[in-house]
């Protein structure tokens, strides 16, 4: 009887410690229009063959921890700077918009605000000096008084993007 008991826990334990790791979320993949026709394309070429392209609502999830990963995201443009279309960023689930530029590699229209759109970048941690946070608040069309208010510099994810694609 005790060779049966170490047997099966032996067996148990092993069965344990194989299993896989838990499966990605369905939810955090995006399955919506990818096509690059239906889309303004800006960048370098982006190809979606064999590459997840995650929901913007997942970003705090994915990018928890991790710097300097490439990721392919889609969801809504929340702003664009309204001077020359250099930055943008895009609606995060946390109630902040994540910062998105693409070091003047390629510029956006300027009234693409609230268009869907997918985008290929890497992610990092970074540190807005008090001098950039006015002049994107001044692009942005913000107040001298809003503007007046900006005394911190904000650390914060940001996306160097290579490919934004605008829905048309």
């Not at 889309?39 to 982006?46: K, N, P, Q, R, S």
């Amino acid at each position: 009887m005790k060779k049966i008991a170490i047997a099966l826990l032996s067996v148990f334990m092993i069965s344990s410690c194989s299993q896989e790791a838990p499966k990605e979320k369905k939810t955090n993949l995006f399955t919506g229009d990818i096509k690059k026709e239906n889309h303004i394309a800006f960048g370098e070429d982006l190809v979606l063959e064999n590459k997840k392209v995650y929901k913007m609502s997942a970003f705090n999830e994915l990018t928890k921890g991790k710097e300097n990963e490439e990721l392919i995201l889609a969801g809504t443009i929340d702003k664009v700077c309204t001077k020359k279309g250099c930055w943008m960023s895009m609606k995060n689930p946390n109630g902040e918009s994540v910062f998105v530029s693409y070091d003047y590699k390629f510029l956006l229209p300027i009234n693409v605000d609230g268009r869907n759109a997918i985008l290929k970048g890497v992610v990092s941690n970074d540190t807005t000096s008090v001098k950039d946070l006015k002049h994107y608040a001044e692009d942005a069309g913000k107040t001298e008084a809003e503007i007046a208010k900006i005394t911190e510099p904000k650390i914060e994810k940001t996306i160097l993007a290579s490919t934004v694609w605008i829905k048309k």
